[in-house]
Every structure is written in C-alpha cells, then in structure tokens.
C-alpha cells in the first residue's frame, strides 16, 4: 500500500493519473493538492471524489507549511509532482508566475519533504514530472531527445521548468533524496484545458471560429495519449532508479498543420457543417521563440522498464475527439469559469 501525494491533481495530466491510480490500487491513499488556478477543475475527478482513499487538499505547493503538514499528517511515502504553469504562450506573457510556481513552488515542495523523511528509505519516492520542452529545438533531421541531451530551454515556461529539473537533480546528489524525474513529449486526451492545441481546434470548428495556427504551421511535436503517460508514470514509481531520468514519448511526430487538418477532416465525417471545417483555418504571427520541433527518444522506457505506448495516435486522437464531442458542456463550463464554482458547490467556499 502505498500513500500518495499528487500536487497538481486536478489538472488536466494530474486528474488523469488520479483516475488511472485509482482504478489500479483501490487499496492505496491518495491525497490531491492543487491550488485550484485557473486550469484546475474538480469536476475532472467527480467520479471518484467519494472513494475511501482518496482526499482533496486546496492549497500551494509554494506553502510549506501546508505541504508538510500533509506529508507528516497522512504519512506520505510518495511524492507525484505535476504541479506547474505549463502553457507557453502565457508564460510569453506573464513569467512571473511560473517562476513562483515551476522553481519556487518545486523547491519549496523538496525542502518539505526532505525535512520530513529525513532518513530516507527503499519506500519513498520523489516524481517530478517535466517536459521535452526543457531541451530545447531540434533540427528536421536531428536524433530525438534522450535523457542525455543538453538542457536549451527557449521560453520562459520551459526555462522554469528547467531549472526545476536541476533543483530535483541536485537534492538527489547532495542530499540522497530518493527522485526521478520523467520528461514528457505533448500529451493529449480526455480533460485538457481548451487553450492547448488539440482542444482548441475542436471548439474553435464546431463553433464556426478561426482556427489559429502559427506561421507556417510546420512545427513539429511528439504527441503522447494521456493515458499512456500515466502508465509510464505508474512504471517509474514502481521499477525506476532512484537518481534517473526517464524519457516518456509517444514517438509519434507530426506537424502542427497536419494535426489541424485531421481533426477537420473527421469532424466532417463525424459532424458535418455547412463547409467544410478547414474552410477555418486562419494563419497568425508565429509566437516569439517558438521551438521548431520536440521529439523523444522512450528507448531508456522500453528497454529497462518495458514501458511502450499502448495507443498508436489513430485510435487516441479517435477517443479523443469522440471525448470532446460527447462532453460539450464540461467544454462551456470551462471556457465560462462555471466549473470554478464546483468547488464552492462541493466544499461550501469560494474557488477564487
């Protein structure tokens, strides 16, 4: 059995991995600690919201206090951290916060738990959660990342969560924290927020709205089925080395046009309009250091812990679009801010 602590929890990737944990260790406790920004969204987890295991914190990684006091109150023995600012282009446009949130809030989350732990053991286990985006651009004929590859993060968003990496990376050698990092490529599915590409497009189709791409729309990235992710995550809690990085990619590269172009093309065989959807499509000026192309290497998650993804991206973006589809008003309520006042609704205060 184990005691788990999931910062982030309520995110589009954290709420995810909560299901999934879930449904795979019913016997485990799980607590969520998430301070309820604007992409974090109860009702992702209503469905398990009354399982024994499980229990919700509001509250800021930032806030030591807090963190230790779950650590010490519900004996946590792993740490999950996907707690993170994760979108780039508000990063372009506010960096604060994910200075605060990225480094301050990870650095703030180690000394805690390293405070409490204290004699470290076989049991306990520090994820941190990160991203391809940490190692910068690569050329079109350049070798995917692995977990070799030199840190050049380009935005202010991958930056932070550089500097993150580095933070978790030095408690290990210092310290003997028992840590692993994981980098992840671009993950999609179920939940996500609608400001990242794949939802975008959707809503932006179905409501008769440009669909925004930037430049020339060849930019390349590996994308990676949500859940397929939280089974790599739920490999290196229980089979990764203690001071490793892990690689966790989709292998899976395409070009941003494409992927726009796909999910018009089966939105008029699934919902036809009146034109047809790419008729939306609508070029804008390229964002300021935009990485050329992301690819992952998940050779180290095959041959050491026998991680593969399970879903090849025709059927995850299929299950996908379908999700979205069938879920339109989880979609209104996000864009709206209704959801925020599921908090209130299940809690008695107000989410703000």
């Known amino acids: 059995m184990r005691r788990l602590l999931v910062t982030g929890g309520a995110g589009f990737i954290g709420s995810n991995f909560i299901r999934y944990w879930v449904s795979r260790y019913p016997d485990d406790r799980v607590v969520n600690l998430d301070a309820l920004t604007y992409a974090g969204n109860l009702e992702n987890l209503s469905d398990i919201e009354s399982e024994a295991g499980y229990r919700f914190v509001r509250g800021d990684i930032t806030d030591r206090v807090t963190v230790r006091g779950l650590l010490e109150e519900e004996e946590i023995d792993t740490v999950v951290n996907f707690a993170a600012e994760s979108h780039v282009d508000r990063s372009i446009l506010g960096p604060d916060a994910f200075i605060r949130t990225n480094v301050q809030g990870t650095f703030t989350l180690l000394e805690a738990t390293r405070s409490v732990w204290k004699d470290f053991s076989a049991a306990q286990r520090f994820l941190h959660v990160s991203t391809d985006e940490v190692y910068g651009s690569l050329a079109p004929d350049e070798a995917p990342f692995t977990e070799t590859h030199g840190y050049a993060p380009n935005s202010p968003y991958s930056a932070s969560k550089a500097a993150s990496d580095h933070l978790v990376r030095a408690y290990h050698q210092t310290y003997g924290m028992p840590v692993v990092t994981t980098n992840c490529s671009n993950n999609y599915g179920p939940y996500q927020f609608p400001e990242k590409l794949i939802p975008l497009v959707l809503l932006n189709a179905l409501e008769g709205k440009p669909i925004p791409v930037y430049g020339d729309g060849m930019n390349v990235r590996d994308w990676l089925y949500v859940e397929d992710h939280c089974r790599g995550i739920e490999v290196v809690i229980n089979d990764g080395i203690t001071g490793q990085v892990y690689n966790i990619g989709g292998e899976n590269e395409w070009y941003n046009i494409d992927i726009v172009k796909l999910i018009c093309n089966r939105l008029d065989e699934l919902q036809p309009g009146t034109a047809p959807y790419r008729d939306q499509i609508t070029f804008v000026k390229d964002r300021p250091g935009h990485d050329r192309r992301y690819a992952i290497d998940s050779g180290k998650m095959r041959d050491e812990l026998g991680w ?45």
């Open 308 to 352: 593969t993804p399970a879903h090849d991206f025709a059927s995850g973006i299929e299950r996908t679009i379908r999700w979205y589809l069938e879920h339109r008003e989880w979609c209104d309520r996000v864009r709206s801010g209704e959801y925020q006042h599921y908090y209130e609704q299940q809690y008695g205060q107000p989410a703000d």
